[in-house]
């Protein structure tokens, strides 16, 4: 079993930064990936950025230049850095990891991040 639980979220303005962060406890040693995921008002949930223990990346088109996803393997956390961030960036953001050999999956309860004046 595994647990995530994120941190950071807040209120900031346009153009401003925010970091998430996710640990992870539990049953840690067979996760693989581990990203974020993000729910807009009145829109279907997106994967935003994802990393595998072995340091692979990927980007949703609309943060990458913006955001950049890191991990710390031995902490088992992975943060979510948020810069020049914009009103369409609000959401409810949600950590996700999932183990090698597809044996789990697991969510976080989320972090709510408003982008606003």
């Known amino acids: 079993q595994v647990q995530l639980v994120e941190s950071g979220g807040g209120l900031v303005q346009p153009g401003g930064s925010l970091r998430l962060s996710c640990a992870a406890s539990?049953?840690?040693?067979?996760?693989?990936?581990m990203g974020w995921y993000r729910q807009a008002p009145g829109k279907q949930r997106e994967l935003v950025a994802h990393?595998?223990?072995?340091?692979?990346?990927n980007y949703v088109d609309s943060v990458k230049g913006r955001f950049t996803i890191s991990r710390d393997n031995a902490k088992n956390t992975v943060y979510l850095q948020m810069n020049s961030l914009k009103p369409e960036d609000t959401a409810v953001y949600y950590c996700?990891?999932?183990?090698?050999?597809?044996?789990?999956?697991?969510w976080g309860k989320g972090t709510l991040v408003t982008v606003s004046s």
């Open positions: 539990g049953s840690i040693f067979s996760i693989n990936a």
């Open positions: 990393r595998t223990s072995g340091g692979s990346t």
């Open positions: 996700h990891a999932d183990e090698h050999y597809g044996l789990g999956e697991y």
